[in-house]
């Protein structure tokens, strides 16, 4: 959290922005599955995603639109953060910038190719980069059965760029473990606690 001064010249408190990204199968829904109860008592809120592709009982937990909708919404200026991927419009809606100036502290699941335009936006936000190893990415991958054997691999591709990621305020989560000890280290990164 930092003071922003606003105008008038008073200062208050603005919560921090955690951008949470890594290549598809890391986890990352699993780990803000595993964060989601443990943060009811903290003044942390994670948002949900806007996006145009249908919810699934075992996904994420987003809110679905029609493309139509969305674009709606976005010509109305109701995102902060809007990007497309694989066929499919992304967004984060405009309240999370609310709710960082009430000086709460707000997660977002990004997108890498989304995060230089989301700190032009947001200058001050947080990038939570979750790794894991291609040995382990590929069993993962293997065994959720979505992809073939060819999709696997460009994926494997695609996560290895990741280790090429800079960003003055990059924090790094290895999900080598269990997913207690991810989510562990996840919760301990939002709340400040000790590693």
Not at 135 to 144: C, F, I, P, S
Request: proline share 3%.
């Amino acid at each position: 959290m930092k003071l922003q001064k606003r105008r008038g010249g008073e200062k208050r408190n603005v919560g921090s922005l955690y951008y949470l990204i890594g290549a598809s199968g890391v986890g990352k829904d699993s780990l803000l599955n595993y964060v989601r109860p443990r943060l009811v008592s903290h003044p942390i809120l994670i948002a949900h995603r806007y996006i145009t592709r249908p919810v699934e009982l075992t996904g994420e937990n987003h809110v679905q639109l029609s493309e139509a909708e969305f674009l709606k919404r976005q010509t109305y200026g109701c995102f902060l953060f809007t990007w497309q991927s694989h066929e499919l419009h992304y967004g984060i809606g405009k309240e999370v910038e609310s709710w960082l100036l009430q000086g709460l502290d707000v997660v977002i699941n990004g997108s890498r190719g989304y995060l230089d335009t989301a700190t032009y936006i947001w200058p001050d936000i947080k990038p939570v980069l979750v790794t894991v190893s291609l040995d382990k990415l590929q069993q993962r991958l293997e065994a959720r059965g979505r992809e073939n054997s060819e999709q696997i691999q460009e994926r494997l591709k695609r996560a290895a760029s990741f280790a090429e990621l800079k960003h003055p305020n990059l924090i790094t989560i290895s999900n080598d473990g269990s997913l207690k000890e991810g989510g562990e280290r996840f919760y301990k990164v939002l709340t400040d606690s000790e590693l």
